[in-house]
């Protein structure tokens, strides 16, 4: 359909169509550079990841009960602690791929124990799902995985409002995967002495994951 | 008038009530709810007043605009953090309904003015870069979106090879026959 019998009218619409067609273009391409930060983040993954390393956040105050029942808040117990924090999703039902997260941090409960940084570093293994993983339950599970309690630690939200604001904060997603676990995005969070996340490390990386934090007096 | 209208509604409230089992897997979400969006837009533009069209037509010289907009947008509902992040925020999900119904409107309205020439070109196009897309979904060892399942997001890049695949398939087929010999 031409925009009128004379050619005049017909190039009045091309022009129009071409505004149109720039301020669409400008429209989409700006939505789409807004969901991926600026088409530097494809997936929800990566754009969770560059946005802590850009801007560290604080721990929510989140009430939690440790493998010996004990409650405590998550971003208390931190600062309280003192040492930097390595903190992983988990949950024990798990007994298929998705536990080699568990293999991960054994790995670096014996290299903590091997290079001496016991007082610096500690680790986190935090449940999502407390209707399974009671206390007891996270007990039997840090023993079955060898966990020295000094330095690897086991701990599941109170509340399912407090999972979900934990689970919110940091990004983890948890699906059902039909066959009776779960599947999540799993990974190895950073989180400093102040209680604030500073850096997600992929899984695979979990061996270069003490030498970024600043740590001293490492022995090799 | 009336008949249309409440036609439109039913598969309104059709589609908004299934969005839970439609968004619930990755194949249904993307080859089956897109699709749905999609054709309820073509409907609707099929009752718009000839007066709309005309007006629309001065803005969609040889249905330029509607298929840009047709194939960029479905293409931005293709990356993967779109589509995580309209399963998480509602408003997301909302602009994303409108803007593929607006994609159906689009489509109708741009098709007949676009000509064989254009209709290749861009239908072409956008099957190269979905299939493109579907390969990715297929060969990539990580899971894309977080919402959705490894074995998932398998089958969804290959649907969207296979739809993609007939659709430029279709049009080849329908244009082949309607050259004289």
């Known amino acids: 359909m031409g925009g009128g019998c004379s050619p005049g009218a017909v190039s009045l619409s091309m022009r ?26 494809w997936t929800s993954e990566t754009l969770r990841r560059q946005r802590i390393a850009a801007q560290p956040q604080a721990v929510l105050p989140v ?21 930097w924090l390595l903190l992983a999703f988990v949950y024990s039902r798990c007994n298929s791929v998705c536990s080699v997260l568990g293999n991960e ?16 570093v500690r680790l986190l293994s935090i449940s999502f799902d407390p209707a399974h993983d009671t206390p007891e339950v996270l007990g ?16 599941v939200p109170q509340q399912p409002t407090a999972l979900a604001a934990l689970l919110q904060q940091f990004g983890i997603v948890v699906i059902d995967d039909g066959l009776g676990g779960y599947v999540h995005n799993s990974a190895i969070h950073l989180v400093s002495p102040k209680g604030r996340l500073v850096r997600i490390v992929d899984l695979q990386d979990y061996a270069r994951v003490l030498a970024m934090l600043p740590l001293q007096g490492k022995k090799s | 008038m009336m008949l249309r209208a409440v ?12 969005r839970g089992w439609l968004e619930v897997h990755m194949a249904r979400h993307m080859l089956l709810q897109f ?15 000839l007066v709309w069209l005309r007006r629309i037509s001065h803005y969609n010289q040889f249905g330029l605009n509607g298929m840009v907009y047709a194939s960029l947008l479905t293409s931005v509902w293709m990356i993967p953090s779109a589509l995580d992040l309209a399963l998480a925020e ?3 999900n909302l602009a994303k309904l409108c803007s593929l119904f607006l994609a159906g409107v689009a489509l109708r309205l741009s098709w007949q003015p676009a000509g064989r020439m254009l209709q290749g070109f861009f239908l072409i196009g956008w099957a190269m870069m979905s299939m493109t897309v579907g390969m990715l979904y297929g060969e990539s060892s990580r899971r894309l979106c977080n919402a959705y399942l490894g074995s998932e997001q398998v089958s969804a890049g290959n649907g969207l090879i296979w739809l993609s695949g007939l659709l430029v398939l279709g049009w080849c087929l329908r244009v082949w026959r309607e050259q004289q010999d």
């Open chain 1, 16 to 41: 129009r169509t071409l505004l149109l067609l720039a301020l669409q273009l400008g429209l989409l391409l700006g939505a789409a550079a807004g969901m991926t930060d600026g088409f530097t983040g």
């Open chain 1, 63 to 83: 009430h939690m009960l440790d493998s010996n029942g004990q409650p405590f808040r998550l971003d208390q117990a931190i600062r309280d602690d003192g040492r």
């Open chain 1, 105 to 120: 941090f054994q790995q670096l409960q014996l290299d903590i124990q091997r290079r001496g940084l016991q007082q610096q």
């Open chain 1, 140 to 155: 039997h599970y840090a023993m079955h995985l060898h966990a020295d309690p000094t330095i690897w630690q086991f701990a």
């Open chain 2, 7 to 18: 036609q439109a509604s039913i598969w309104l409230l059709l589609v908004l009530f299934s």
């Open chain 2, 35 to 49: 699709p749905l969006l999609l054709l309820g837009g073509v409907l609707l533009a099929g009752w718009l007043p």
């Open chain 2, 90 to 92: 509602q408003g997301i």
